[in-house]
């Protein structure tokens, strides 16, 4: 297995990382923005993504997008093809954007915003914190890229204040020394638990 960065020469692969995609969102149920063949190739010749290969079949992928000019950056679209599930591949794709994302933009913040739990997890590992969505950017083709989200009605009604998604952020610039607590998977779960029933309450009553 090799988890290079992609170039041009990877193109070939855009079509099923982006059938792959939404075939997880399909089967999750999650909240997932859809994205076309031609982005994915944009991301690879400005060599802002990864992606992993056994041979010549694809495995996984996980691309770069800068924001606010340049101040935040977010690792995007982190998929492994269900071949390859179950093999904790997915944490060293993660590992392997998030150093790439640290050496292209050493001085921005990297933020995600994510249903999935296992993506939470890896996060915090990584020494993201739990964040508001007013800490993230405010560049609004961001947020604009939410719109084809099963889920982008709640982040509507909330004024893009918040959403089914958790909002996490690392600082390089962050002075606190403070010693990083481990949040486990059970606290995401319990965090994604009380948001659901907070906007299904929401929902129900405006009805």
Avoid at 21 to 40: D, F, H, M, S
Avoid at 135 to 144: G, N
Avoid at 182 to 206: G, V, Y
Wanted: glycine residues 6%; proline residues 2%; hydrophobic residues 35%.
């Amino acid at each position: 297995m090799e988890i290079i960065i992609a170039d041009q020469t990877h193109s070939i692969y855009a079509q099923i990382i982006c059938d792959t995609i939404e075939e997880a969102a399909q089967v999750r149920g999650t909240g997932i923005a859809r994205r076309e063949p031609t982005y994915i190739i944009s991301k690879m010749e400005k060599r802002n993504a990864v992606i992993a290969l056994d041979g010549k079949k694809f495995a996984g992928f996980c691309y770069i997008e800068t924001w606010s000019h340049g101040k935040f950056v977010a690792n995007s679209g982190l998929i492994v093809h269900p071949d390859y599930r179950g093999q904790g591949l997915s944490k060293k794709i993660k590992k392997q954007i998030f150093e790439h994302s640290r050496t292209k933009f050493p001085e921005a913040k990297i933020f995600s915003i994510t249903t999935g739990l296992a993506v939470m997890k890896l996060n915090s590992n990584l020494g993201y914190t739990p964040v508001t969505f007013s800490e993230l950017t405010k560049d609004q083709t961001f947020w604009d890229g939410c719109q084809t989200c099963k889920n982008h009605d709640i982040l509507q009604r909330t004024n893009q204040s918040m959403c089914l998604c958790t909002g996490m952020l690392y600082d390089p610039n962050s002075k606190q020394k403070t010693e990083q607590k481990e949040i486990t998977s059970n606290a995401f779960s319990r965090l994604k638990s009380i948001k659901h029933t907070l906007f299904l309450k929401n929902k129900n009553n405006k009805t």
